[in-house]
């Protein structure tokens, strides 16, 4: 059994033993791994505190045969995920980045684009750039990758553009945008909204990881509303239920208000999660050593 090595971020990490850990790591090699680290918990390990939840890290492991977990054998710590100024709105951010990537990926399909997009939102939510914005575009970007991305240009019934149409329905059951004439000859989906082609040109420039303007964009908040809507209903469909981070968006997408809270009312905002509301089982910058 050869040992392998990879690049690695850490998506969830859960108690095996008094001693050991089982990790859900998310490679850009090999894409999503869960394995067994052995001794993880003890004071002296070979993990170097790397395995803990959104770390990014080096990792050698050996890989076992069909169901089995993999064997974590080292880690090497290359960056830990920063919350900046005790707002926990990018911690939140974390978390449903995370959550997503565990959820909508399947072992062992290696998705390096997807692995390095992750990679800069962790970085950028450390950093203390726009919650909301990091939200969309991983969101975005990620369906983008798995080819779950709604149709923004092209009516998703006939195929026609809908780029000369000052509005377009959007029927995120249907997978994208509807054009007028399709739209009159269709029943209307309860959850489909007007949207305006400015609307769908900042949309595709936010699922777009490599576009120039992607990490500068601007939406309005009635925007950001309407897109929300929309990844809500996309999302629950591929899942099959709310992600469970999706609780926290609020607090994730409107940061004026948030900002407002926070200055007014620091100690309610702060106060930690409910109980079995994380969706991972231990918390960044927690110690995995015991
Ligand atoms: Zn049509």
């Not at 072992?107 to 939200?135: C, K, M, N």
């Not at 420039?205 to 009635?222: M, Q, S, T």
Request: proline fraction near 7%; charged fraction near 25%.
């Amino acid at each position: 059994m050869p040992a392998e090595h990879a690049t690695a971020l850490v998506l969830r990490c859960v108690d095996f033993s008094e001693s050991s850990l089982i990790v859900t790591l998310f490679t850009r090699e090999f894409g999503k791994i869960e394995a067994l680290a052995k001794g993880a918990k003890r004071l002296k390990n070979p993990f170097d505190s790397a395995l803990d939840l959104m770390c990014l890290c080096r990792i050698v492991f050996l890989r076992k045969a069909s169901e089995a977990l993999d064997l974590v054998t080292e880690a090497k710590l290359l960056r830990r995920f920063r919350c900046p100024g005790g707002d926990l709105a990018p911690l939140y951010a974390g978390y449903y980045v995370a959550e997503l990537l565990r959820d909508l990926t399947a072992r062992y399909d290696p998705l390096p684009e997807l692995f390095d997009l992750a990679e800069a939102a962790f970085q950028g939510l450390s950093r203390g750039q726009p919650v909301w914005r990091w939200v969309f575009r991983f969101e975005l970007g990620m369906l983008r990758l798995l080819g779950h991305i709604p149709s923004l240009e092209t009516c998703v019934v006939c195929g026609r553009s809908v780029q000369a149409a000052v509005r377009a329905a959007f029927d995120p059951v249907q997978g994208g945008v509807v054009c007028p004439s399709c739209r009159t000859s269709q029943p209307q989906g309860s959850q489909t909204l007007t949207v305006d082609q400015g609307f769908l040109r900042s949309t595709a420039v936010l699922a777009d990881p490599g576009h120039p303007a992607a990490d500068r964009i601007e939406l309005d908040p009635a925007r950001r509303g309407q897109l929300r809507h929309l990844l809500n209903q996309v999302i629950v469909n591929l899942l099959g239920r709310p992600p469970r981070m999706h609780a926290y968006l609020p607090l994730m997408m409107h940061e004026a208000d948030r900002r407002k809270t926070l200055a007014g009312n620091r100690e309610k905002d702060l106060r930690p999660l409910p109980e079995g509301s994380l969706p991972q089982e231990c918390s960044p910058g927690g110690g995995t050593k015991g």
